[in-house]
């Protein structure tokens, strides 16, 4: 079946670091989505993309929607301590219900020591 | 306040015996999910439901069963069939105008551990 390859795993950030994550898969998405998860809650949405080549950004996130529809990165700007969490990425294909919604294996942020 | 409230928040259950995982909304959702969440893993589907009375299978439904008598309640039982189900359960809902959009309304979560 469809797989999302989500990188990296996990990363150390500093207050006021720039952060990235993307997303690869071996197929094609028309729906890009990242999700991300406090620590014993569950994920809230944070960014939709729609269409192929879309840039979003929600406050100091940005996400992008590969050109080839088989990725998507997003980005953090002047990280606070609260960005610690796991983010996910989720594709899903037009005439699939959510029942197709594909999640990957999550990027978790943490404070350096 | 309108949400997801799902429960018990931790529950501990011996090996072989069912378990019934509650899940509840008042967001007037149509649909409604189970994930099963392992650490260093992705969200893996377990049973979704699009209308009350009807449910379908997600990617690891073996071990699960779930009803959906009423629109509002979507419970999980966990039954001694499932062979590793020490987990983090997610329930989700979503409106049916999201119904293709990707677009998921968690719960907080109910962390299963069997002693």
């Known amino acids: 079946g469809q797989q999302l390859n989500q990188s990296p795993q996990s990363m150390f950030i500093q207050e006021g670091e720039d952060v990235s994550m993307n997303c690869t898969s071996s197929?094609?998405?028309?729906?890009w989505l990242w999700y991300k998860q406090d620590p014993g809650e569950g994920p809230v949405l944070l960014i939709a993309?729609?269409?192929?080549?879309e840039l979003t950004s929600n406050g100091r996130l940005t996400a992008q929607f590969g050109i080839t529809r088989k990725d998507s990165f997003l980005n953090i700007s002047a990280s606070i301590p609260s960005d610690v969490g796991i983010y996910f990425c989720a594709g899903q294909n037009y005439g699939g219900s959510q029942g197709n919604l594909i999640f990957g294996k999550g990027t978790k942020l943490s404070v350096k020591p | 306040d309108g949400g997801i409230t799902q429960s018990p928040k931790y529950l501990f259950r011996k090996e072989g015996q069912n378990v019934t995982l509650s899940c509840e909304q008042n967001l007037n959702h149509d649909a409604m999910y189970w994930y099963r969440q392992d650490p260093g893993q992705g969200l893996r589907l377990i049973y979704y439901?699009?209308?009350?009375?009807?449910?379908q299978k997600g990617d690891i439904a073996e071990g699960y069963s779930v009803s959906r008598e009423k629109k509002e309640s979507f419970p999980l039982t966990v039954t001694s069939a499932q062979k590793n189900p020490t987990a983090f359960y997610l329930c989700a809902s979503t409106p049916r105008q999201f119904a293709n959009t990707g677009e998921l309304f968690f719960g907080e979560g109910s962390r299963l551990t069997v002693l």
């Open positions: 197929s094609i998405f028309n729906t």
């Open positions: 439901s699009q209308i009350v009375n009807d449910f």
């Open positions: 993309l729609y269409k192929a080549g």
